[in-house]
């Protein structure tokens, strides 16, 4: 099993910044995409930033720009730098690894954090 934990959540006024950290423990023998999603109250949850093992990153439109995903593959953790925060960026923030968790290379599983709540306002 592996277990994810986000941490870096709080309040904020708007043009502030933040920087998310979630860590992944546990049985790990590899890890492919980190990934950062958000969901929003009555909204759908959407996916924020990704980055894969080769390094390549993507953004969703809203963020691109002010957040910056970043990955640190010997601690199995992935960042995100959160700058020039508005109202709109509102959300629980939730990571999501696709790791592999067995010796088999065939084998690898989406994990999900917990969530983190993030909150833009004056």
């Known amino acids: 099993q592996v277990q994810l934990v986000e941490s870096g959540g709080g309040l904020v006024q708007p043009g502030g910044s933040l920087r998310l950290s979630c860590a992944a423990s546990?049985?790990?023998?590899?890890?492919?995409?980190m990934d950062w999603y958000r969901q929003a109250p009555g909204k759908q949850r959407e996916l924020v930033a990704g980055?894969?093992?080769?390094?390549?990153?993507n953004y969703a439109d809203s963020v691109k720009g002010r957040f910056t995903i970043s990955r640190d593959n010997a601690k199995n953790t992935v960042h995100l730098q959160m700058n020039s925060l508005k109202p709109e960026d509102t959300a629980v923030y939730y990571c999501?690894?696709?790791?592999?968790?067995?010796?088999?290379?065939?084998?690898?599983?989406?994990?999900w954090g917990q969530g983190t709540q993030v909150t833009v306002s004056s």
């Open positions: 546990g049985s790990i023998f590899g890890i492919n995409a």
């Open positions: 980055t894969t093992s080769g390094g390549s990153t």
């Open positions: 999501k690894m696709v790791v592999r968790d067995t010796p088999s290379v065939l084998i690898w599983r989406q994990y």
